[in-house]
T-cell receptor, first 113, second 114 residues
Framework: DQQVKQNSPSLSVQEGRISILNCDYT??????FLWYKKYPAEGPTFLIS?????DKNEDGRFTVFLNKSAKHLSLHIVPSQPGDSAVYFC????????????FGGGTRVLVKP | DGGITQSPKYLFRKEGQNVTLSCEQN?????MYWYRQDPGQGLRLIYY???????QKGDIAEGYSVSREKKESFPLTVTSAQKNPTAFYLC?????????????FGPGTRLTVL
């Protein structure tokens, strides 16, 4: 049973436009969410996170939105740049249960110049 | 330079052989983790350790073993009991119970069983 799902395996966007990546979860106990970016043959790098007590967190071109009632979060990248082309993973955590992360399947983003 | 190192980057193994993947960190992190990534899939947790000489099974621990004799090191052994070991293996570490507890990942080891 997949507790964290990224239903779009891939996304193509024009440089300068907005990229919107979506993530759904089923476990209402999750209280912390993270986005990681991964290039081929490399480890994921942390991008941005959000606590369940917030509904938005912004860091430069990256904004994460959380809708707890819908069990849905999204990552917005504005403006998209060619260097953003990578696979993006959504991850969720139950803070009281330790640091274990549950990952979604990833969304491959291609930003076209 | 602080970080997580994994070696080797590429590893080939004959069927039926055990193989050990190395993971070292000099970030002074308490917790360390092993994940497996298969093509087109997310990361799945194999084992994790929050303190030296202690570790817990993750979601897919069967066919794997670990040890945590030193804070800096968390080697993973892929045993012959692992039915489908070909995958990309990622090690991560984090500080426990401080701030965001973000996990930091190593560069990975790609294991191929011939």
């Amino acid at each position: 049973d997949q507790q964290v799902k990224q239903n779009s395996p891939s996304l193509s966007v024009q440089e300068g436009r907005i990229s919107i990546l979506n993530c759904d979860y089923t476990n209402s106990m999750f209280d912390y969410f993270l986005w990681y970016k991964k290039y081929p043959a490399e480890g994921p790098t942390f991008l941005i996170s959000i606590s369940s007590i917030k509904d938005k967190n912004e860091d430069g071109r990256f904004t994460v939105f959380l809708n707890k009632s819908a069990k849905h979060l999204s990552l917005h990248i504005v403006p998209s740049q060619p260097g953003d082309s990578a696979v993006y993973f959504c991850a969720a955590q139950i803070k009281a249960a330790g640091n274990k992360l549950t990952f979604g399947g990833g969304t491959r983003v291609l930003v076209k110049p | 330079d602080g970080g997580i190192t994994q070696s080797p980057k590429y590893l080939f193994r004959k069927e039926g052989q055990n193989v050990t993947l190395s993971c070292e960190q000099n970030l002074n992190h308490d917790a360390m983790y092993w994940y497996r990534q298969d093509p087109g899939q997310g990361l799945r947790l194999i084992y994790y350790s929050q303190i030296v000489n202690d570790f817990q099974k993750g979601d897919i621990a069967e066919g794997y073993s670990v040890s945590r004799e030193k804070k800096e090191s968390f080697p993973l052994t892929v045993t012959s009991a692992q039915k489908n070991p070909t995958a990309f293996y990622l090690c991560a570490s984090s500080i426990l119970f401080v701030g965001t507890d973000t996990q930091y990942f190593g560069p990975g080891t790609r294991l191929t069983v011939l």
